[in-house]
């Protein structure tokens, strides 16, 4: 009895040994999700430019209601506040401390991926993402 639990044992610790070595991602791999992210970014800074362009002309009418003027004020009394000033640097702190975590974590998932995702589903999401950049480059443009 002793001798099965001892194998048991023996045989979870091999499989969470190799769970933690973790392959690194393909050099083509990650030149491709930079690729993709970038051109996603740009996608939505142009539609953020052009939701901000056709919002302009109501945020103009908003801006000079009382009402809007009342909501600048609070804004700026916000901002004004040590408290808030505070919490944003705290924000800004904590966003820095966790790029580097984030980094490695879209590594350690493109590794995982590329290791044992790619071989099978890897020609699938490739015709998945081409089928749908043909309706974001309608609908959403990148330029």
């Known amino acids: 009895m002793n001798g099965k639990y001892a194998l048991a044992l023996i045989l979870a ?43 302009a002309p109501i945020m103009d009418k908003i801006n000079e209601s009382e009402q809007g003027q009342a909501g600048k004020t609070y804004i700026e009394d916000l901002q004004a506040k040590p ?19 984030v980094e490695k974590a879209r590594m350690t998932g493109l590794g995982l991926y590329g290791h044992y995702l790619r071989p099978h589903i890897g020609t699938y999401l490739d015709d998945g993402i081409n089928h749908i950049k043909v309706y974001l480059d309608q609908f959403m443009p990148s330029e």
């Open 13 to 55: 610790l091999q499989v969470s040994m190799s769970l933690c070595e973790v392959p690194m991602p393909e050099t083509e791999l990650v030149e491709k999700y930079e690729a993709m992210k970038s051109v996603f970014y740009k996608r939505l800074l142009n539609a953020y430019s052009k939701i901000q362009a056709a919002a």
């Open 83 to 101: 408290e808030f000033q505070s919490a944003v640097k705290i924000a800004t702190g904590v966003v820095q401390e966790a790029a580097p975590l």
